[in-house]
């Protein structure tokens, strides 16, 4: 028989002899002729660097399984995939190094029911049924309990919409949805930036210019503190939305 284990990075893929006692991997060779496909994706793994062998079992990282075709998903023995819906939202002030976010799983958002759900790595269960994650809501769900779990010290504006930034970018599959409020935050890290120069009256200005919707607001916001560059600008944009543009000191300017 040919079964698996997982916890919350791994999966353990074994063979069991008639006698419930897993088999040594130095004999699988002989299941061949009726886990061939099976231990084709295993070796497969191996060979790619994303698998390692044990005395009986071939260890998997989650995120090298979810990577894998639906197909082989299915050789594999593994769950279904999860269909519904997950809702990111906030929790607390977004610029606060107290902030946290919260995720749940719905069977449609952000309106829907919310699912009794335990999730273990990348199998969540909902009753009695478990489900595969795909990989971009893996990787939603360990980034904000990773997030989360960071001190409040290691928080604050800058890392908080940096991590929001990558769960944006995580929530573009169908099924990861963000609340409004987290949606409308967009953040601009500029590699470079355009100086325009302006001598009259004897006054030089400088209007720095960045790839956004409204540079104006931008140009605005930067006049209002003469003589000091700020860490981020909060633009107003269209719809409710807000960029925030981070200046650093690495950033090129031209």
Known sequence: MFRYTHNNKKFSFYFLDSYGKKISVSNWAELQSEFLSQLAILSELRDNGLAGYTENSCEVENIDILKLSDIDKQILELPNSYQYEILVESDGTLKHNSFKFKYGFYDFAPNGTRLKVSRNGAIIKIEETEYLLSENQYLLCEAIEEFNSLPEIEKGNVTNLKKLSELKTLSKESGLTLEQFLSNQELFIPEKIKIDIDFKDGILEVFPQIPISNPHS??????????????FYAVSEEQGKTTRVFIYSDTESK
């Open 218 to 231: 931008f140009i605005n916001n930067f006049d209002l503190v003469k003589n000091k560059v700020k860490e």
